[in-house]
């Protein structure tokens, strides 16, 4: 029962270098989420998929793309790193946009 | 737009006490409601939701939550708290018939005393 798999689980970049953070999940979920996780902030949504070919903007997006690969994958793309994007990353999948989100264990990228 | 106030950032207590959860939300018509638990290093877990009918919700560990429409609230409660629920608690808010997503709280840490 795999789930929400991220890769990596640790990451250190370098400011100005680019990695992409990939998330599957097998549940044959519509929906799929990127979200941050910031001391005394809570989760806060950057990316989502609503369905298959499809994606949208959230709370914060600026310095981050996406990609619907398939049904299985969403990827989350950081072109230029900032150390402002040093966070918690979590994907996430939801049957449909208003049932309950299934998590990741989450990835902890540091920029330095 | 939808928020989620949880206003106790941090809660200890002793084990075997009973525990109560603050979250208020801010929504114009009726909320999906959530609460998620993470334990360190860890991604989020669902306890429980509530969509629609009973207002008193039944999730895991024990744990319930009751929407109160007129005080905004979506409080999560257990009669006796166990070491092992020691972690950080989120609130969440669902938009209906919207393309939006959840909206979290900043989350409750909760310790628990020997």
């Known amino acids: 029962n795999a789930g929400v798999t991220q890769t990596p689980k640790f990451q250190v970049l370098k400011t100005g270098q680019s990695m992409t953070l990939q998330c599957a999940q097998d549940?044959?979920?519509?929906?799929m989420y990127w979200y941050r996780q910031d001391p005394g902030m809570g989760l806060r949504l950057i990316y989502y998929?609503?369905?298959?070919?499809?994606?949208d903007k959230g709370e914060v997006p600026n310095g981050y793309n996406v990609s619907r690969l398939n049904k299985r994958e969403f990827s989350l793309r950081l072109e230029s790193a900032a150390p402002s994007q040093t966070s918690v990353y979590f994907c996430?999948?939801?049957?449909?946009?208003?049932?309950?989100?299934?998590f990741g264990q989450g990835t902890r990228l540091t920029v330095v | 737009a939808q928020s989620v106030t949880q206003p106790d950032i941090h809660i200890t207590v002793s084990e075997g006490a009973s525990l109560e959860l603050r979250c208020n939300y801010s929504?114009?018509?009726?909320?999906?409601l959530f609460w998620y638990v993470q334990s360190p290093g860890q991604g989020l877990q669902l306890l429980l939701k509530?969509?629609?009918?009973?207002?008193l919700v039944q999730g895991i560990k024990g744990f319930e939550a009751e929407f109160k429409r007129s005080q905004s609230s979506f409080n999560l409660r257990k009669p006796s708290v166990h070491w092992s629920d020691a972690a950080e608690y989120f609130c969440?808010?669902?938009?209906?018939?919207?393309?939006?997503?959840?909206?979290f709280g900043s989350g409750t840490q909760l310790t628990v005393l020997p």
């Open positions: 996430a999948s939801s049957r449909d946009r208003w049932t309950e989100a299934f």
């Open positions: 549940m044959n979920h519509n929906s």
């Open positions: 998929s609503a369905s298959e070919g499809t994606t």
């Open positions: 929504y114009g018509a009726t909320p999906y």
């Open positions: 509530y969509f629609s009918g009973d207002t």
């Open positions: 969440a808010v669902g938009e209906t018939g919207s393309a939006r997503q959840l909206t």
